[in-house]
């Protein structure tokens, strides 16, 4: 089996004493494509370096993260804007709108985020949305914004089955990660409702393990645990969930 992580922070410090190891377990899992999310400036040089060492495998993408929107913000924005015209990027992301942790900056999280999907029309890259605590406020965002094949991600997602026919009718994939393993998931109800033709398999690593490693560390050969799930829910092979997650994440990223 082929596998996608269609959404991991590999670089970030939790992996410094093993990343090498995390790696080769992910490869030895089948997963053969890394795909790093950026958060801010100060993330950057670690995206790179991972793609120098692990050329075609390692793919980074371009944003603001919204957890990241604070005094500086316009700063920030401008040092991704001279990114994007400076190299390719496999996507702009993660980008959206987060009220679970601060609602300081919720207009200036909004603008960000407007404007980054602006690039992304402008450059025909897919974008990778996070929409923690506001679902319904990124939705509406999408659909105000949407046009020029606009496409894209919204990662780990958590809303409802309603919210899921929306983002695919959006022409959007749903990013599901380790959160479809945990009990009582609501998630699982909206894997169970959906066809895995709008479903990309994700990590977020570091964060949000499946079981049973929930509460520690998360890595990308974890998605193998993510797989069964989904297969279990949809009463499939593992072998067919691969193939049509991979394909999905592959129309996605349309080969960057």
């Known amino acids: 089996m082929i596998l996608i992580d269609t959404h991991c922070h590999l670089y970030a410090s939790e992996f410094d004493a093993d990343r090498e190891a995390v790696i080769q377990r992910a490869l030895a899992a089948g997963v053969e494509r890394f795909y ?17 060492q692990y050329p075609g495998q390692c793919r980074s993408m371009a944003g603001l993260h919204p957890c990241s929107v ?12 001279e990114l994007l015209g400076r190299r390719s990027f496999a996507a702009i992301g993660e980008i959206g709108l987060d009220f679970y942790w601060d609602k300081s900056f919720t207009l200036e999280q909004y603008d960000a985020f407007e404007t980054q999907i602006g690039w992304a029309r402008a450059l025909g890259l897919p974008v990778i949305i996070h929409s923690r605590e506001s679902m319904t406020e990124s939705i509406a965002v999408v659909k105000k914004n949407s046009g020029d094949g606009l496409s894209g991600i919204f990662h780990c997602f958590s809303g409802s089955i309603e919210q899921a026919r929306e983002v695919v009718d959006m022409g959007f994939y ?12 609501i998630l699982q109800d909206v894997v169970r409702t959906m066809g895995l033709d709008c479903m990309v398999l994700e990590t977020d690593a570091p964060y ?36 049509v997650t991979t394909e999905n994440a592959e129309r996605v990223f349309r080969g960057r």
């Open 70 to 81: 604070k005094e500086s913000w316009r700063e920030e924005l401008k040092v991704v804007e």
């Open 36 to 52: 790093l999310p950026a958060i801010d400036s100060g993330h950057t040089g670690g995206q790179f370096r991972l793609e120098e």
């Open 208 to 243: 949000l393990s499946p079981l049973p490693f929930r509460g520690r560390r998360n890595e990308s050969s974890y998605l193998l645990y993510i797989l069964e799930k989904i297969a279990e829910i949809k009463g499939v092979s593992t072998e067919e969930v691969a193939r």
């Open 174 to 185: 749903l990013g599901i990660g380790g959160v479809v393993t945990y009990k009582k998931a």
